[in-house]
């Protein structure tokens, strides 16, 4: 049974930092790209980075370039997502996915496979 379950998620400062990790299982880890989206209240859920299967091509929102970083770990399917400098509009519920196929892929509409989601709040 295919899972990606989220983790790390928190209340932080503005200029605070947090490290997202997203476990996988039920399914070959390596070959796919792996995306991180965010939700906040009433707005569209965004894609926030995506990190190809081997990890050597990535891609950054505007919002996030030079302050996030995305990477992976082959050998234990987990992604992660670095988040420093944090802002207040960083808020929101943080999703790791899996694209549909085995290519690389930064269109939200790739991605079918989800986790449950972690809550990050940006905050004094």
């Not at 965004?46 to 091509?57: A, C, D, M, N, Q």
């Not at 944090?86 to 943080?94: A, H, Q, R, S, W």
């Amino acid at each position: 049974q295919l899972q990606l379950v989220e983790s790390g998620g928190g209340l932080v400062q503005p200029g605070g930092s947090l490290t997202l990790s997203c476990v996988a299982s039920g399914f070959n880890f390596p070959y796919y790209t792996i995306g991180w989206f965010r939700q906040a209240p009433g707005k569209e859920r965004e894609g926030v980075s995506f990190i190809s299967s081997t990890g050597y091509s990535t891609h950054y929102a505007d919002s996030v370039k030079d302050r996030f970083t995305i990477s992976k770990d082959n050998g234990q399917s987990t992604a992660y997502l670095q988040m420093d400098s944090l802002k207040p509009e960083d808020t929101g519920v943080y999703y790791c996915a899996k694209s549909t196929y085995m290519e690389w892929t930064i269109n939200s509409s790739d991605f079918a496979d989800w986790g449950q989601g972690t809550q990050v709040t940006v905050s004094t």
